[in-house]
């Protein structure tokens, strides 16, 4: 079964730019998270979709948005970038049985902003 | 809210050097904790779930257990290439399935 795809593996943009990354799930599984990860603050939780729907949102201003498709890929996309928007954004999927939610990550995109 | 804290942040052992790490969690209900291993630029991989006080699991060199404050990962005779960061995450029982993610311990075990 292959893992989660997330592309692309490495970005370099500069500040004001807007980006766009993409991430293919684990087939059959329809809860896409997204997280933002730093040296400093470590995994940070940015929103979660479910069959297409947002159903949960971290604590990051309005320049971080996502959307999930009808085959559960889903992609993030960051507007008006920031020097400190450079991080390693992690995919996670998972099945949700039994409301436990164990997820399996993507290998990332490297985002750096100059 | 839940919180989840791991120590040390880092730790070098020499090989064979048998070490745990700690992961201590306040949460209102816990539903799982995950503990997860992550190389440096690829994303943490999944190795263990503990539901209840008590559990154990056990992968290779690996042993993860549970008590209702905390969790230790034990680490028998390592050898360097399980260096790597490990992260301990909560999910708490009742909320939005979204686990809360420790900062991770960064383990070298040196040759």
């Known amino acids: 079964k292959a893992g989660v795809t997330q592309t692309p593996r490495y970005l370099i943009k500069t500040r004001g730019q807007q980006v766009t990354l993409s991430c293919s799930p684990i087939s059959g599984h329809r809860s896409v998270s997204w997280y933002q990860q730093t040296p400093g603050q470590g995994l940070q939780f940015l929103f979660e979709y479910f069959s297409e729907t947002q159903r949960n949102k971290g604590n990051f201003p309005g320049r971080f948005s996502g959307r999930q498709f009808s085959n559960s890929r889903s992609e993030m996309n960051v507007s008006t970038l920031e020097l400190g928007d450079s991080a390693l954004y992690l995919c996670?999927?998972?099945?949700?049985?039994?409301?436990?939610?164990?997820?399996?990550f993507g290998a990332g995109t490297r985002l750096s902003v100059l | 809210e839940d919180q989840v804290t791991q120590s040390p942040e880092a730790l070098r052992l020499q090989e064979g050097e048998s070490s745990s790490l700690n992961c201590s969690y306040t949460?209102?209900?816990?539903?799982?904790l995950f503990w997860y291993r992550q190389d440096p630029g690829k994303g943490p991989e999944f190795l263990f779930t503990l539901y209840s006080a008590g559990e154990e699991k056990e992968k290779e060199r690996l042993k993860a257990t549970l008590t209702k404050k905390e969790s230790f990962l034990h680490i028998t005779a390592p050898k360097p290439e399980d260096s790597a960061t490990y992260l301990c995450?909560?999910?708490?029982?009742?909320?939005?399935?979204?686990?809360?993610f420790g900062r991770g311990t960064s383990l070298i075990v040196h040759p």
């Open positions: 949460v209102s209900g816990l539903r799982g």
């Open positions: 996670a999927s998972s099945q949700i049985a039994g409301d436990l939610n164990i997820q399996y």
């Open positions: 995450a909560v999910q708490s029982s009742g909320g939005s399935y979204i686990p809360t």
